[in-house]
């Protein structure tokens, strides 16, 4: 009993690494891995306290918990099975060979996930045969399912596969009945699977709207669980058909022999040398190509660069050229692409906003960037994007949800003549089947009286006509997330532009876009795993999009969101979104996005060539022969999964230090780059417009000039040429090395602000220490002083102009003070007790403000830009204040009633 416990603990503990089993958080996916591999630990614990199994089991418990820290689920795979072999240790048979067999199954199962996520060609063939599982299932379960590999539950499938050739391996003869029906109860526990996920949408029907129970009950948890967390049912189905195929099939019974037992069920003679010799040669060739597979696959050396080159971006396009400006305000205020030019000439290259795409903007260019054109292509403007291409040059097309644009037919000539393509459709998902007919109907004008037609680009969109050349097409649909910002489900392949990348903060600036239909020898790079494509809905009102809800029929998770493709000496990547290089977002995402400007500017076609992929498979194949061959070993498991969990993190490591592009400020004097850590866990949102958001710290930041990022990840080489840091209130402390790169930054020209309230301020102190500041009491106090009386609101001027007197607000504040005596108050509070000082530290300066709300938006912005109490008392202290702190031309603030009004 306790054996079979630990199998089914160890084959759950792989699927949930790996993220199989639906839609849950990394931190909750982490813990529930622990919560399996407990199990299987505790039922597999050995007898007595001191012996070799306790050795090993104390070892595995060590190693699961560093393996399964790791965000890379192939990490986390790889560690449940090199403690499942670790297990196996010493135990008498067959149930060494019972969990031996299981460690190899999951660690074939770990080869697999890697193969997927790191070779294109190999998720497009999954995901295709996703599709067809879907199709069948949903033909038996007479619903429309469309699905990818993932609600397929290929996952389970490939990882029951293993244990089902296994288990057919270890067994006694005959095996032909067995083998039949343990066939037919996993297609058997697939097939409910999928039954019940085409039934989801009635499912959810039947469980009501939120609207119907507005207070928690089990009926509202159980609603939000479905479709995304069904994948688990297909894993508890399989759970009990293994369970059942270990406990009917004998073996669990059966006596231990006198010499181990092998394919034949006969008992074997001992080994002879040459016997050990090749069992030995096979587990080395096993660890030597567990170490590569990763370097084949997900290694990528090379060095991109934007310094130097050329990025081209037509002007013209659903979109604008504005970024925030003084006398704007709000989120609205924060413009698209105004900060694009600036951002491009951090990265070290040179963008020109062209007017028209001619050929003298193109020459010498190195990429260009379409940003959801929708306006009629005049003539050869397509022709010369393609020769752009052709020639070694690399276009980045960003489309757009659910567009749908019409022509006249003197525009369709016009566009025969630029050289528009026939067009195309998808691949029979929903959108195609609801839309691709009437998509092209003619359509009569009244309020023109002329005959309209598509655009014949699939999804009537100027941006497809653009990229007929390709396998590749946006999509008529929304891909539409489950949690916001796909925050923790994307499916990043190992690409230069993703690799080492988390994905809790959208890193990758993702919103709802479009899906991208990519078709081989095209080539996803992300993916939104958990969410859905609705179509578009052309007699819609809102943007032609869906009902915003997953219906039958509708594309169910493995939406691919980026693809590229080769083209001639040139190279096409595709978004189905526009979001990552706006104004606003790629604060958040500029780790991605420079890295993607980097890489498109550099000279290699493409990240992922053939030849790597099919070296990669071909590894990946005889990895799987060795590992799961007939002579089943615990050494081999082991060596194997530790090899390519090691290789993968180091070949990530590496590639991701060798992608990373950081923005630099130096290249103007002082520096315009300015880094909100986020990285500390700060007291603000981090969604920027709540009311404890920085959206209007960021956009504040923005018309003072500065380029604002956030710093997600505290790094020492961006923050280097950085003009300024700001810190609000972290909630994780600063290691002794992170102070030191701060404190360096100032001494060197930098400017670093906290602002911190004593209620917030532990995790800060060390670091406020190291720059001369405290905040309520100073460090040494002695035991029993008593706490700083806190301040509440209140207003403090800071300046006097002619005969108007400047005040700043504060949220919260509380008494600050500084070692240093030089130091100057900025900003008095009651009693004349300081709350925001500013003092030099060699070439830079360092500003404490003892409010933990001092920059939020409830104290600096309102999202639709309302003044506070009729007045911008705050916008106008930043901005007299950094003026003053970058030595800038000095700017004063006026009296408001006398201003212009704000725009």
Same mark, same amino acid.
């Given at each position: 009993m306790y054996l079979l416990l630990m199998v089914i603990a160890g084959m759950a503990a792989g699927w949930i690494a790996a993220g199989s089993t639906g839609l849950i958080g990394h931190g909750l996916r982490h813990a529930f891995t622990w919560v399996a591999l407990t199990v299987a630990i505790v039922a597999g614990w050995p007898g007595r306290l001191f012996s070799v199994r306790t050795l090993f089991t104390a070892v595995a418990i060590g190693v699961a918990l560093a393996m399964n820290s790791s965000m890379q689920p192939v990490v986390n795979v790889m560690g449940v099975a090199f403690v499942l072999a670790l297990l196996a240790v010493g135990r008498p048979e067959p149930e060494r060979q019972i969990v031996v067999l299981t460690a190899a199954a999951v660690a074939v199962f770990g080869v697999y996930r890697l193969g997927v996520t790191s070779a294109p060609w190999l998720w497009l063939a999954m995901d295709s045969v996703g599709e067809a599982i879907g199709r069948g299932g949903g033909w038996i379960a007479g619903r429309p399912l469309a699905v990818g590999a993932t609600f397929a539950g290929l996952d389970f499938l490939i990882l029951v596969a293993a244990v089902y050739a296994g288990w057919l391996l270890i067994t006694p003869g005959p095996r032909l009945a067995r083998a039949g029906y343990a066939a037919v109860a996993i297609a058997a526990a697939h097939l409910v699977y999928l039954v019940v996920l085409a039934h989801a949408p009635a499912i959810v029907e039947a469980l009501g709207t939120p609207e119907d129970t507005a207070e928690w009950s089990w009926t509202a948890a159980l609603r939000t669980l479905v479709p995304w967390n069904l994948p688990a049912l297909a894993g508890l189905l399989h759970l009990v058909v293994a369970g059942t195929m270990f406990r009917w099939s004998g073996i669990l019974d059966a006596a231990a022999p006198a010499t181990p037992?092998?394919?034949?069920?006969?008992?074997?003679?001992?080994?002879?040398?040459?016997?050990?010799?090749?069992?030995?040669?096979?587990?080395?060739?096993?660890?030597?190509?567990?170490?590569?597979?990763?370097?084949?696959?997900?290694?990528?050396?090379?060095?991109?660069?934007?310094?130097?080159?050329?990025?081209?971006?037509?002007?013209?396009?659903?979109?604008?050229?504005?970024?925030?400006?003084?006398?704007?305000?709000?989120?609205?205020?924060?413009?698209?692409?105004?900060?694009?030019?600036?951002?491009?000439?951090?990265?070290?290259?040179?963008?020109?906003?062209?007017?028209?795409?001619?050929?003298?903007?193109?020459?010498?260019?190195?990429?260009?960037?379409?940003?959801?054109?929708?306006?009629?292509?005049?003539?050869?403007?397509?022709?010369?994007?393609?020769?752009?291409?052709?020639?070694?040059?690399?276009?980045?097309?960003?489309?757009?949800?659910?567009?749908?644009?019409?022509?006249?037919?003197?525009?369709?000539?016009?566009?025969?003549?630029?050289?528009?393509?026939?067009?195309?459709?998808?691949?029979?998902?929903?959108?195609?089947?609801?839309?691709?007919?009437?998509?092209?109907?003619?359509?009569?004008?009244?309020?023109?009286?002329?005959?309209?037609?598509?655009?014949?680009?699939?999804?009537?969109?100027?941006?497809?006509?653009?990229?007929?050349?390709?396998?590749?097409?946006?999509?008529?649909?929304?891909?539409?997330?489950?949690?916001?910002?796909?925050?923790?489900?994307?499916?990043?392949?190992?690409?230069?532009?993703?690799?080492?990348?988390?994905?809790?903060?959208?890193?990758?600036?993702?919103?709802?876009?479009?899906?991208?239909?990519?078709?081989?020898?095209?080539?996803?790079?992300?993916?939104?795993?958990?969410?859905?494509?609705?179509?578009?809905?052309?007699?819609?009102?809102?943007?032609?999009?869906?009902?915003?809800?997953?219906?039958?029929?509708?594309?169910?998770?493995?939406?691919?969101?980026?693809?590229?493709?080769?083209?001639?000496?040139?190279?096409?990547?595709?978004?189905?979104?526009?979001?990552?290089?706006?104004?606003?977002?790629?604060?958040?995402?500029?780790?991605?996005?420079?890295?993607?400007?980097?890489?498109?500017?550099?000279?290699?076609?493409?990240?992922?060539?053939?030849? !790597? $992929?099919?070296?990669?498979? +071909? /590894?990946? &194949?005889?990895?799987?022969? %060795?590992?799961? @061959?007939?002579?089943? #070993?615990?050494?081999?498991?082991?060596?194997?999964?530790?090899?390519?969990?090691?290789?993968?993190?180091?070949?990530?490591?590496?590639?991701?230090?060798?992608?990373?592009?950081?923005?630099?400020?130096? !290249? $103007?004097?002082?520096?315009? +780059? /300015?880094? &909100?850590?986020?990285?500390? %866990?700060?007291? @603000?949102?981090?969604? #920027?417009?709540?009311?404890?958001?920085?959206?209007?710290?960021?956009?504040?930041?923005?018309?003072?000039?500065?380029?604002?990022?956030?710093?997600?990840?505290?790094?020492?080489?961006?923050?280097?040429?950085?003009g300024l840091l700001i810190i609000v209130a972290p909630s994780r402390e600063y290691s002794q090395a992170e102070r030191r790169t701060i404190l360096d930054f100032v001494q060197n020209g930098g400017i670093v602000i906290c602002t911190v309230g004593y209620e917030r301020s532990a995790a800060a102190r060390s670091l406020l220490w190291d720059l001369g500041f405290y905040v309520g009491l100073p460090p040494g106090s002695l035991p029993g002083t008593p706490d700083p009386e806190p301040m509440g609101h209140f207003k403090s001027p800071f300046i006097k102009v002619d005969d108007y007197m400047a005040h700043v607000r504060f949220h919260a504040a509380w008494p600050v003070g500084s070692t240093d005596t030089d130091a100057r108050v900025i900003a008095y509070g009651p009693g004349d007790v300081p709350v925001i000082l500013m003092r030099r530290i060699d070439r830079g300066k360092a500003v404490i403000v003892g409010d933990t709300c001092f920059a939020m938006n409830k104290n600096l912005e309102h999202e639709g830009g309302e003044p506070f109490e009729g007045l911008r008392e705050n916008a106008d202290f930043w901005r007299w204040f950094i003026a003053h702190l970058t030595d800038r031309p000095r700017w004063l603030p006026t009296d408001p009633t006398t201003r212009p009004a704000d725009k």
């Open positions: 037992v092998l394919g034949g069920g006969h008992p074997c003679p001992p080994s002879s040398a040459p016997v050990k010799l090749r069992r030995a040669t096979a587990t080395f060739a096993a660890f030597i190509l567990a170490v590569a597979l990763p370097t084949l696959t997900a290694l990528h050396a090379h060095q991109p660069s934007l310094a130097g080159k050329k990025v081209v971006t037509y002007k013209e396009g659903f979109l604008n050229w504005l970024k925030p400006e003084h006398g704007e305000y709000g989120r609205l205020s924060v413009g698209m692409y105004g900060m694009l030019g600036t951002y491009v000439e951090s990265l070290g290259g040179k963008l020109l906003v062209s007017p028209d795409l001619s050929e003298p903007d193109l020459r010498g260019a190195d990429v260009l960037i379409l940003l959801y054109p929708n306006k009629p292509w005049t003539a050869g403007q397509l022709d010369r994007i393609r020769d752009f291409v052709q020639g070694g040059g690399s276009l980045l097309m960003m489309g757009e949800h659910t567009v749908h644009e019409k022509e006249t037919e003197e525009e369709e000539d016009e566009f025969g003549a630029a050289g528009a393509a026939p067009a195309t459709q998808g691949r029979g998902d929903a959108e195609t089947r609801r839309h691709g007919e009437e998509n092209h109907r003619p359509r009569e004008s009244a309020g023109r009286g002329k005959v309209l037609r598509e655009s014949r680009a699939s999804g009537g969109s100027r941006f497809n006509e653009a990229i007929q050349s390709t396998a590749m097409r946006v999509r008529f649909d929304s891909a539409m997330f489950e949690v916001g910002g796909w925050l923790q489900t994307y499916e990043a392949l190992a690409h230069p532009t993703t690799v080492g990348m988390a994905d809790d903060r959208n890193q990758f600036g993702v919103v709802i876009g479009a899906s991208v239909d990519a078709r081989r020898p095209a080539r996803p790079v992300l993916v939104g795993r958990y969410g859905w494509a609705d179509p578009g809905d052309e007699g819609g009102d809102a943007a032609l999009m869906g009902n915003h809800r997953y219906d039958a029929g509708e594309r169910l998770g493995d939406l691919v969101l980026v693809a590229e493709q080769p083209v001639g000496e040139g190279k096409v990547v595709v978004f189905g979104d526009t979001s990552s290089m706006t104004n606003g977002i790629n604060v958040g995402a500029h780790r991605f996005t420079s890295r993607l400007l980097a890489y498109l500017a550099g000279d290699t076609a493409t990240a992922t060539p053939a030849w !790597r $992929q099919v070296l990669g498979l +071909l /590894a990946a &194949i005889g990895l799987v022969l %060795l590992i799961g @061959g007939k002579h089943l #070993s615990s050494l081999r498991v082991v060596l194997v999964s530790a090899g390519l969990a090691v290789s993968l993190l180091v070949c990530t490591g590496a590639s991701s230090r060798a992608a990373t592009v950081h923005p630099d400020g130096g !290249r $103007q004097s002082p520096s315009n +780059l /300015a880094y &909100i850590d986020v990285s500390h %866990l700060p007291a @603000g949102s981090e969604e #920027s417009w709540r009311e404890d958001g920085l959206g209007g710290l960021t956009l504040t930041l923005m018309r003072n000039g500065f380029l604002a990022m956030n710093m997600d990840t505290f790094d020492a080489e961006a923050l280097r040429p950085a």
